[in-house]
């Protein structure tokens, strides 16, 4: 059932349309938005692609700078290194903070939007992950500011972003705000505010392969693409319906039972906070302690290769990563722990879900001491 095209004519394909359309809608309840507002895309690095992209073309008469916060997913800072390269300017460095006598973060953004007639501006965040608001104020308030993009809890240390407090900025400098919502819809509404949203089905325990793009009305947007009839014009090609079908399914059922997971994890997830820095020497447990998404932990050991520990726990049954949680598979210091200015290597992100146990948890809390004064032992670190 439904294996035919949507876009066409016949029994069946009108049978697809209406499983196509069923979908659309649940998933669009569940988010609080129109129907019609709601496109499905082939991942949520491409719908990531196309808010950012979409938002500065739709844009370009009243500016060509794009703002964001220093810790964005790889998928929107790549986004922005393009519009950067077709500008013909070269993005804005990140920034955790300023000398006396230096421009800030936002002003450099402004003076080259100046010089050049397009920019992008990274906006700092503090030692928790959260954004500067002050700085973010500043920059969003700068002349020609064509689209702001906030995500709206850090994916790699959890800590949860004033998305209502950045959008009201935005709505008073007449900014569109992006939210790259990937992390949060699991767990509940995006505060209001946002012009554009993004997710993506993995992260609710959908199939991969299906992205959620929300352009609400009156938002001005432009296809990054070819021209295509599909999805409104939002992205191209032909759907897959299985996995769209089986997204929207899934989303309903976990926003069902969010609330009591979510103390559940949180619960284990205050365990490890509150365990590690007791029973392992040297390390470092950032992001927000309350503030911050139910599932997420992430902590760094000084004098531990990030690559070696992960590798150290892979042995012992534990899936966790190591380095950015958008590139991991490089395993490149993290730009998000640069950004906060906290130890950016021997770090180890904990994705807690919805099979982990207590159990689960107490090994792991039982393991790590041993692995990481092995690891310390055989650099020749101990007793440092």
Known sequence: DGWADPGKLYAQARRARQLLDAARAATAEVLGVRPDELSFTPSGTAAAHAAVLGGLAGRRRAGRTLVHSAIEHSAVLHAAE??????????????????????????????????????????????????????????????????????????EVGTVQPVAEAAAVCAEAGVPLYVDAAQSVPWGPVPAGWSLLSASAHKWGGPPGVGVLV?????????????????????????????????????????????????RLRALVDRIRATMPATVPDVEVVGDP????????????????????????????????????????????????????????GNVRVSLHRGVTEADVDRFLAELPGVVAELRAEAGVVGL
Do not use: N
Not at 239 to 257: M, N, W, Y
């Open 82 to 155: 393009r519009h950067a390269a077709t500008t013909g300017t070269p993005s804005d460095p990140q920034a955790a903070g300023t000398q006396a006598g230096t421009p800030s973060a936002a002003e450099a953004g402004v003076q080259s939007a100046a010089q050049a007639g397009a920019a992008t501006v990274s906006v700092p965040v503090d030692r928790l992950g959260r954004i500067d608001l002050a700085a973010w104020a500043e920059a969003v308030r700068a002349p020609g500011v064509a689209l702001a993009a906030l995500i709206s809890a850090s994916h």
């Open 290 to 345: 309350t503030d911050r998404l139910p599932h997420l932990v992430t902590f760094s050991c000084l004098y531990v290769d990030g690559e070696a520990l992960l590798h150290a726990l892979d042995r012992r049954g534990f899936a966790v990563s190591s380095g950015s949680s958008c590139t991991s598979s490089t395993l490149r210091p993290s730009h998000v722990l640069e950004a906060m200015g906290v130890l950016s290597h």
């Open 215 to 263: 352009v609400r009305k009156g938002t001005r947007w432009e296809s990054p693409y070819p021209a295509d009839e599909r999805e409104s014009g939002r992205t191209p090609g032909v759907p897959d319906l299985p996995a769209i079908v089986a997204a929207a399914a899934a989303l309903r059922a976990v926003r069902a039972e969010a609330e009591a997971e979510a103390a």
